[in-house]
């Protein structure tokens, strides 16, 4: 019921953000302004879309797990694979100290999944295997492709706000307002989208993994570290694809903007699953 539940969110934030593209271009010089901007959006969307994993892996220096020294996570993906039907994604390891894990590929087939060295040091084999399944759950669900419409539809409300301050028939107050709240309602749909997401991924990789205790017990303690060691390599821009947020936010202005639920609300919502 939960991840059910998130899917409808998910699809009625993104019918939000829809309603504000469809209202600002209203304002700005209907189907032509609103073309032009969805146009320009998606070309600067396009490549993150189709090398986001390329992306994603260079900027943190990943290199492929060895079967030499990585042969259990190896296995343990290839199974995990098995058990959600998704053919085997690459797997890969990055030196950061900071634990913390993601999956990128804009499909199942060019999917990866790639672990820290800190994870792999501070995590037990049940705990790794929780968080790979919850990466596994990303693949499956196509959240590439969720986050890359979300990021199109904000860029475009963005340009859209923008090209309102030309508009000569509409109050300067008016002007004022779209220009300054309309990208800041735009960035809070756009990460509430990516909260629900991370809400469905538990859900789902607890079942992939066939218990949520493993995940619980990992994202307690990457919770735990992800305040006191900064992660090396990522961008803010890349905060939605880690497990944890990295450098977690306190303030109740900055948590409007975070890309993923509180921990304690995550495992709250596991622990009802056990």
Known sequence: MTAFTNNVKTAILLGAMFALIMGIGALVGGYSGLAIAFIIALVMNFGA??????????????????????????????RL???????????????????????TGRSPSKAAVAVTQGALNLLTYDELEGVMAHELAH?????????????????????????VMWQRDIHPLIKIGLWLLAPIAAGIIQMAISRSREFVADHDGAQ?????????????K????????????????????????????????ANMFRTHPQTADRVAKLRQMA
């Open 49 to 78: 879309f189709f090398y986001s994993d390329k992306i994603a892996i260079a900027s943190m220096h990943g290199q492929p797990a060895d079967p030499r020294v990585h042969g259990d996570i190896i296995t343990m993906v290839e």
């Open 208 to 220: 992939i993994a066939g218990s949520p205790h493993g995940l619980i017990s990992a994202l307690q």
């Open 222 to 253: 990457l919770e735990a570290q992800a305040a006191r060691v900064p992660l090396q390599g990522e961008t803010p821009a890349q905060n939605h694809m880690f497990i944890v947020q990295p450098l977690s936010p306190t303030k109740a202005l």
């Open 139 to 163: 693949v499956k669900n196509r959240d590439t492709l969720t986050s890359t419409i979300a990021a199109t539809i904000a860029g475009a409300i963005s340009f859209l706000a923008w090209m």
């Open 81 to 103: 694979a098995k058990n959600a039907n998704l053919p085997m994604p690459r797997v890969f390891v990055c030196p950061q100290q900071a634990p913390n894990a993601f999956a």
